[in-house]
Structure formats: C-alpha cells, structure tokens
C-alpha cells in the first residue's frame, strides 16, 4: 500500500508560482513511476506531468509544457510539481499518482495510488 498526501496548493494570481509537494509512504515508493493530474469544475480528470522513478526524462501535456516542471527527491520519498506563469485556465484540484511500473504512462487508469488532491486557484 502507498499512501500519497499532496500541499502546496492555494491562490495565486495570473503569472504567478506555486510549487506542490507530494509526500509518499509505506511500499518502496521509489520504484514508481509518479504523475500528477488535475480536475477542474465539470471536467474529466486530466494528464499534467509525469517522470520515471529513476527521475529520467519528464513527460507534460502540451498545455504545461514551458511552465511546469516535474521532479522527485527519491530519498525524501516526494515529488514536486512546480508550476511557474500560472493561468486562471489552471485552476483546478491537483492530484498526485503512483504507478508501479517502469515506464510513464499519461492515462490515469494506469496510476495505481492517488493522493486526496490540493486546490489550486488562479485569479486573473
């Protein structure tokens, strides 16, 4: 079992930064891969961000590229999302995910664990 708990999430105003955290325990959370998602009002859960579990190559909807960067602190057991020139489109609840496998998958049927989500809110 994984138990994931994201913070970091608040209100911020359009162009600004915020930087989420998600804390993971129990199994050995390094061999997953993490992915963090999104879900705004009256939508479908969306990809955002995702890299490897040895940290490789990070992978980012096209809607993030250029402003948000993944990355984790194995030894800490975290991974972060740090979200730069922020837009009141991404507004939404931010979940984080582990997915047992080796390789990074976008879809979050794949995604075995998810943490309970921290709001984000961007004000134009």
């Known amino acids: 079992q994984v138990r994931l708990v994201e913070s970091g999430g608040g209100v911020v105003q359009a162009g600004g930064s915020l930087r989420l955290s998600c804390a993971a325990s129990?199994?050995?959370?390094?061999?997953?891969?993490m992915g963090w998602f999104r879900q705004a009002p009256g939508k479908e859960r969306e990809f955002v961000a995702a890299?490897?579990?040895?940290?490789?190559?990070?992978y980012y909807a096209d809607s993030v590229t250029g402003r948000f960067t993944i990355s984790r602190d194995n030894a800490k057991n975290t991974a972060y999302l740090q979200m730069n020139s922020l837009k009141p489109e991404d507004t939404a609840v931010y979940y984080c995910?582990?997915?047992?496998?080796?390789?990074?998958?976008?879809?979050?049927?794949?995604?075995?664990?998810w943490g309970q989500g921290t709001q984000v809110t961007v004000s134009s």
């Open positions: 890299i490897s579990w040895r940290g490789g190559r990070p």
């Open positions: 129990g199994r050995i959370v390094s061999t997953y891969a």
């Open positions: 995910a582990a997915d047992y496998t080796t390789v990074v998958r976008t879809t979050a049927d794949s995604y075995d664990y």
